[in-house]
């Protein structure tokens, strides 16, 4: 049988063969060793993506039928090391807050040691060193059974329900659930799982408190998504465990523009409008990218104004330098009371994670000057208007006059509608409120449709600015976007 190092060399060199090769490294949490992976696209044949780090070798495989299986391949263990962890593992359990130190500054490494040593084991851990150590390790501080999933960064979604197998969505196969060879073997051991992920946090999870949601950063920030579980038997007959990853570093507008979510011309518009404080709505479906492509649009923002954020937990990833960005957070706590308090800060632009309630009333009733961004789970015109209007009269009341709500649906100056296309998630269709009117024109549909002229007409009227000179300022956008499409760009404005 292949060593670990073996089967890790074998694919990297079978993958740079195919120059489909990408080399990283990824600092494991809470210890000093690296994870080696080798990541790499294979067009066409059975195995569409391939994914390998040190202890398992991830494979998306395609059969004949079509269908999709998504693989976990981990270190073969004999019975002999299976008995040495699992030895281990109960001595770090029983003994937990004996080691509590140790582990927690990193020193895994020497408690398994002085354990193995403990038991008279330790040439038996020295001759299998690195397999035992990555089931520890994967058991203790890292993620049991989903581990190798948490690392692929093909990997936006993981779905754990029971003792069914665990599924998986995959970025180049936006929106589609992936069956994986991964199941936990009762409902016991995904119980004693939802417990440690939650702790991760520092949250308890029992029938006392069956829910909780919370988003997870690794030290070094390589590791970011958000986790919701529920405890089977209280609130459903399953325990669930729902993750949402985050990439490490958020993507840019080139970056999505590369992926083929949006146009050039269409990130360049998003940059305008954030930039001149209008107020823009992203619309869509759950998972299409909204937060994504809402991330791309503040990186551009000016960091010399004041942005102010309000999320019910931390999802944006922002990198904003100095101190012009105020971060708030309702964790459960009342959105609305937030939202009222950012108001009087004054900001230059506010940022609704996700509008849910009266607070969008508030925002669009205020003359604070202010631009605004959030986010809204509407698939089509008709139901964002239906949404949005349902929202003003939660604010102004059921007896609001139809011709008040429809002023204040005016305030909104552009609607952006995300959705998954051909396997990917794209910008679908961008459309530009009337000011006067109330109507809305379409001036962006997927995949490159754009109306620079209806685009400029609508900016004018809202802001006073001539047509021509916003043109020019679009063109300079749009221009810095596309000489800069191959660059690692760090700091923009």
């Known amino acids: 049988m292949a060593s670990g190092v073996e089967r890790l060399n074998s694919l990297k060199d079978s993958l740079v063969h195919k120059e489909a090769g990408e080399v990283s490294r990824f600092?494991?949490?809470?210890?000093?060793?690296?994870?080696?992976?080798?990541?790499?696209k294979l067009i066409g044949g059975q195995d569409l993506l391939r994914f390998a780090g040190v202890g398992f070798l991830n494979v998306l495989k395609r059969f004949e039928d079509g269908s999709l299986l998504y693989i976990v391949d981990e270190w073969d263990i004999t019975e002999k090391e299976k008995k040495i962890i699992s030895l281990i593992l109960s001595d770090l359990i029983r003994f937990q807050e004996f080691y509590y130190d140790d582990l927690i500054a990193g020193r895994l490494e020497e408690v398994v040691e002085r354990i193995v040593k403990k038991h008279g084991l330790t040439i038996e851990f020295k001759l299998n060193r690195d397999k035992i150590m990555y089931y520890v390790f994967r058991d203790t501080l890292g993620f049991g059974l989903i581990h190798p999933l948490i690392y692929d960064p093909h990997i936006t979604d993981i779905d754990v329900k029971g003792a069914d197998p665990v599924r998986v969505k995959i970025r180049e196969f936006a929106g589609r659930w992936i069956d994986t060879n991964v199941r936990f073997p009762d409902e016991f051991s995904l119980r004693q799982f939802a417990s440690r992920v939650a702790s991760l946090y520092g949250r308890g999870i029992s029938e006392a408190t069956p829910l909780v949601s919370f988003v997870y950063k690794s030290s070094d920030r390589q590791l970011r998504f958000r986790v919701a579980a529920s405890l089977g038997g209280v609130k459903s007959e399953q325990t669930t465990v729902q993750i949402r990853k985050f990439p490490p570093k958020p993507f840019l507008f080139n970056d999505l523009i590369?992926?083929?979510?949006?146009?050039?011309?269409?990130?360049?518009?998003?940059?305008?409008?954030?930039?001149?404080?209008?107020?823009?709505?992203?619309?869509?479906?759950?998972?299409?990218g909204k937060t994504t492509l809402l991330n791309a649009a503040l990186a551009m923002f000016d960091p010399r104004k004041k942005l102010v954020t309000i999320e019910d937990i931390e999802e944006l990833a922002l990198d904003f330098k100095g101190n012009s960005w105020v971060p708030y957070y309702a964790r459960g706590g009342d959105f609305y009371e937030i939202v009222k308090f950012a108001l009087r800060i004054t900001p230059d632009l506010l940022i609704l994670a996700e509008v849910l309630g009266r607070e969008?009333?508030?925002?669009?009733?205020?003359?604070?000057?202010?631009?605004l961004a959030f986010t809204i789970h509407a698939n089509t015109l008709e139901e964002f208007r239906m949404r949005v209007r349902t929202l003003l009269r939660m604010y102004f009341g059921e007896n609001a006059s139809e011709e008040l709500v429809e002023t204040f649906e005016r305030e909104i100056w552009a609607v952006v509608f995300m959705n998954t296309r051909e396997n990917r998630r794209v910008l679908e269709r961008m459309y530009m409120v009337d000011i006067e009117t109330g109507e809305t024109g379409m001036i962006y549909r997927?995949?490159?449709?754009?109306?620079?002229?209806?685009?400029?007409?609508?900016?004018?009227?809202?802001?006073?600015?001539?047509?021509?000179?916003?043109?020019?300022?679009?063109?300079?956008?749009?221009?810095?976007?596309?000489?800069?499409?191959d660059d690692e760009l760090e700091e923009i404005y």
């Open 27 to 40: 600092k494991i949490p809470y210890t000093d060793r690296e994870l080696l992976v080798v990541q790499g």
């Open 258 to 288: 590369k992926f083929g979510t949006l146009s050039p011309e269409a990130a360049a518009a998003i940059w305008l409008l954030v930039d001149l404080k209008g107020k823009i709505a992203f619309s869509g479906p759950v998972g299409t």
């Open 360 to 371: 969008l009333g508030d925002v669009l009733a205020s003359q604070t000057g202010h631009g």
């Open 446 to 485: 997927y995949p490159v449709d754009f109306n620079l002229d209806d685009f400029l007409k609508q900016v004018s009227e809202r802001t006073n600015i001539e047509a021509e000179i916003l043109g020019r300022e679009f063109l300079d956008r749009l221009k810095f976007i596309e000489d800069h499409m």
